[in-house]
Nanobody, 122 residues
């Protein structure tokens, strides 16, 4: 059983920062070594935010590029999303996912967490 657990969501003011964490167990899953963050706001489609390979290659959505940073600590089986300069449009339920490619298309991802809520107020 693959377990994916996000944490770190909170309510912040615009311009603030948050760091989300995601623990994946087991840490290494053969064929599914990529990790990603997605988000979904009420009434909107889920969208990819950022993805990272086992070795640290990254890909970001244009909407967060320059503001968000995805990273991972493989010995801790943990993925992070550092979010800076937060905007109200960043308000969403943020999901961590396990997948097969450096892509922010959800079709590549198999296992998902239940999400952590980020709310950004003006």
């Amino acid at each position: 059983q693959v377990q994916v657990v996000e944490s770190g969501g909170d309510s912040v003011q615009a311009g603030g920062s948050l760091r989300l964490s995601c623990v994946v167990s087991p840490g290494y899953i053969h064929g599914h070594t990529y990790r990603a963050w997605f988000r979904q706001a009420p009434g909107k489609e889920r969208e990819g935010v950022a993805t990272i390979s086992y070795g640290g290659d990254t890909l970001y959505a244009d909407s967060v590029k320059g503001r968000f940073t995805i990273s991972r600590d493989n010995p801790k089986n943990t993925i992070y999303l550092q979010m800076n300069s937060l905007k109200p449009d960043d308000t969403a339920l943020y999901y961590c996912a396990v997948g097969r490619a450096l892509a922010i298309d959800e079709l590549w991802y198999k296992d998902w967490g239940h999400g952590t809520q980020v709310t950004v107020s003006a």
